[in-house]
């Protein structure tokens, strides 16, 4: 059965830095272009960044040149590096492929003083 989990969320200060991993089972992400979306109080979830197969990544205006995709095959895993985190960068993180496999519980960023 296909299960995505999130971690690596948490609290931290404006500027500070975080890595969200995206670990799989019974889906081998190596295949599959993984997104990563956020879901706020005030907005439903939304798309922000994307790592192809070949390890390409594409970015919402709002995180491009401060979050990087990634992804490492051999633990089956991608991840979210966010730099320089804002207030409004504060919401629950998932990872899914164009909402193909089931929602995994996501993980909660906060940046607040």
């Known amino acids: 059965q296909a299960q995505l989990v999130e971690s690596g969320g948490g609290l931290v200060q404006p500027g500070g830095s975080l890595r969200l991993s995206c670990t799989a089972s019974g889906i081998d992400l190596s295949s599959w272009t993984m997104g990563w979306y956020r879901a706020t109080p005030s907005k439903p979830r939304q798309w922000i960044a994307t790592i192809t197969s070949s390890k ?14 990634s992804r490492d095959n051999a633990k089956n895993t991608v991840y979210l590096q966010m730099n320089n985190l804002r207030p409004e960068d504060t919401g629950l993180y998932y990872c899914n492929t164009n909402n193909l496999w089931p929602w995994g519980q996501g993980t909660q960023v906060t940046v607040s003083s």
């Open 56 to 69: 390409v990544g594409s970015y919402d205006a709002s995180v491009k040149g401060r979050f990087t995709a």
